[in-house]
Structures are given as structure tokens and as C-alpha cells.
T-cell receptor, first 112, second 110 residues
Framework: KAGVTQTPRYLIKTRGQQVTLSCSPI?????VSWYQQTPGQGLQFLFE???????NKGNFPGRFSGRQFSNSRSEMNVSTLELGDSALYLC???????????FGEGSWLTVV | AQRVTQPEKLLSVFKGAPVELKCNYS??????LFWYVQYSRQRLQLLLR??SRESIKGFTADLNKGETSFHLKKPFAQEEDSAMYYC????????????FGPGTRLSVLP
């Protein structure tokens, strides 16, 4: 089985721009969650989607949004980028009934 | 509020020595506790979860609800155990709302 796949792996954006990151979960997994990882704040939960519906949400501003498609693939969007948004964004998926999450390799976002 | 603390940023031990990575949590309820590990140049992966009560790669962890701790232990450390270790808590009745600790970097010296 292919693991969780995230694209792009690396990207550089300018302050004020917006960015979209993509995540393909493990085949058969319907739950996808997103995390932000920074040296200062560590791993922080952004949101989770299940069957195209946001099921949980972390404590991030409204500039951070996401969605999930019918094939369980998910995207997250960050609008009006700030320097502090520079981070590794991790996507994770899990199967139905399971509470074990499987992570992708992440998307490295640098905001300049 | 849910919170996970790992007091040691870096832990260095010699090969063959016992190792204990500390994790404490705060949560009003019955959480699920996990240890995740990230080896160099690899993705974050599950090491073990408390409800499984299993030993993975020689590591064990016992949930102590009285002390709100979930320390990770291994009697004899190996060089390949060198990695970043994260303790995590899931308190939602459903879903993947995980709270992660700051992580401890374990370095096993030859």
C-alpha cells in the first residue's frame, strides 16, 4: 500500500500570497488531518476531515482552511501568508474505527 | 485543557544502557496515549499506543493515571534507537485531534 503522499514537498512564497497544499491518504482511509510543525511551537493540530466534512478544528486563524474531496484526498489553504507561517505541514490519515494516524513526509513552506 | 509535556529536549545514553523518555499529560477524561518516533530522514511513525500493551523494538510504556504519565522505557538501548520521540494524546471521542509533546531527541552513543 502506498503511504500518505503530500505535494509539493518544498515551496517558497512571498508574504501576502496564498498557498494550497495537497494530501493523498492511504488507500481506503477516509480521515485526513493536518498538522503544523515549527521549531518553536512543535506539532500543532490544524483540522481533520472525514467524509468531506470538517470533524475537528485546532486553534488557528481563519486564514487556514481545508477541504476534502469525495476520493478522500484533501487540500489545505493558507491565505495572506505571514512570515510566521513558515513551517513543515504534515498530513496524516487513518482508517475507519482506528485511532492510529499515518503521516506523510510533509510540505516545507517558506514565506519570505 | 489538553497538554503533553516532555521535560527532556535531549537525552544521551550509551549503547546497552537503560533508557527512559518521560511524558506527562493533563486531560480531564480518559485519553489515549501514543509514542511516535521520527528517525533521520524518515516520516513520523507510530511506535506504540497504550491500549495495545505491546513491546515494539524492545520499548514499552505504561500508562499511570495517578501520576498522569506515560514514560517510554527500554532496558538496553541500541544505536539505531537514536531518533526524535514524541508523546501524543488523543482525547476526542472520535477523530484525529492529537496533542503532541515537544519531543525528546534520543542519542545513543557507541
Amino acid at each position: 500500500k502506498a503511504g500518505v503522499t503530500q505535494t509539493p514537498r518544498y515551496l517558497i512564497k512571498t508574504r501576502g500570497q496564498q498557498v494550497t497544499l495537497s494530501c493523498s491518504p492511504i488507500s481506503g482511509h477516509r480521515s485526513v488531518s493536518w498538522y503544523q510543525q515549527t521549531p518553536g511551537q512543535g506539532l500543532q493540530f490544524l483540522f481533520e476531515y472525514f467524509s468531506e466534512t470538517q470533524r475537528n478544528k485546532g486553534n488557528f486563524p481563519g486564514r487556514f482552511s481545508g477541504r476534502q474531496f469525495s476520493n478522500s484526498r484533501s487540500e489545505m489553504n493558507v491565505s495572506t501568508l505571514e512570515l510566521g507561517d513558515s513551517a513543515l505541514y504534515l498530513c496524516a490519515s487513518s482508517g475507519q474505527g482506528g485511532n492510529t494516524i499515518y503521516f506523510g513526509e510533509g510540505s516545507w513552506l517558506t514565506v519570505v | 485543557a489538553q497538554r503533553v509535556t516532555q521535560p527532556e529536549k535531549l537525552l544521551s545514553v550509551f549503547k546497552g544502557a537503560p533508557v527512559e523518555l518521560k511524558c506527562n499529560y493533563s486531560y480531564s477524561g480518559s485519553p489515549e496515549l501514543f509514542w511516535y518516533v521520527q528517525y533521520s530522514r524518515q516520516r513520523l511513525q507510530l511506535l506504540l499506543r497504550h491500549i495495545s500493551r505491546e513491546s515494539i523494538k524492545g520499548f514499552t510504556a505504561d500508562l499511570n493515571k495517578g501520576e498522569t504519565s506515560f514514560h517510554l522505557k527500554k532496558p538496553f538501548a541500541q544505536e539505531e534507537d537514536s531518533a526524535m520521540y514524541y508523546c501524543a494524546l488523543s482525547g476526542a471521542n472520535y477523530g484525529q485531534n492529537f496533542v503532541f509533546g515537544p519531543g525528546t531527541r534520543l542519542s545513543v552513543l557507541p
